[in-house]
């Protein structure tokens, strides 16, 4: 018998699709940086990229380790074809909020249900999304501050950090 109701469950599983989406739009941007040779850029959003796979696995143990019916949804494709460096790391920022208010949301629902397990789970990835949100956000100033012309600045400061 799963320790996770139904309703709760089928929320996770859609948040797995949305995190292995997530995933999968940072290799977009990762391509983006990387094509217009800001090496370091891309490496951060290459490395983000496993990061929110990773998330999805968390999730995915989470259900497994609860007895909870898995199922992974198909995903879209991501956006692509980026104009500038300011709209790539602006979409990433629309992300990581979308993410934040979904993972709100899964929160909100484990509260609800009183599923004390689920809520211990969910704490760590309402901490990890400030951290998400924090960092794309000052990154897209610095982008913004950098303006295109000036976007070796990003790569440098990234260099050093």
Do not use: C
Request: charged share 25%.
């Amino acid at each position: 018998m799963p320790m996770i109701k139904k309703e709760l469950a089928d929320a996770i599983n859609e948040q797995i699709g949305h995190e292995l989406l997530n995933s999968v739009q940072y290799l977009t941007v990762a391509a983006y940086f990387d094509q217009e040779g800001l090496k370091k850029v891309a490496e951060l959003y290459y490395k983000q990229s496993e990061e929110e796979r990773m998330h999805g696995l968390k999730f995915l143990r989470y259900m497994v380790d609860t007895g909870a019916e898995m199922s992974i949804p198909s995903l879209p494709a991501p956006k692509a074809g980026f104009h500038s460096a300011e709209e790539a790391v602006q979409l990433v920022v629309d992300v990581e909020w979308d993410t934040t208010h979904r993972i709100n949301r899964l929160m909100d629902m484990a509260v609800e249900q009183k599923d004390y397990l689920a809520q211990d789970m969910l704490r760590w990835f309402v901490t990890e999304q400030l951290e998400e949100v924090s960092t794309q956000e000052n990154i897209l100033r610095m982008v913004h501050n950098a303006g295109p012309k000036n976007l070796m600045m990003l790569e440098a400061y990234l260099a050093h950090k």
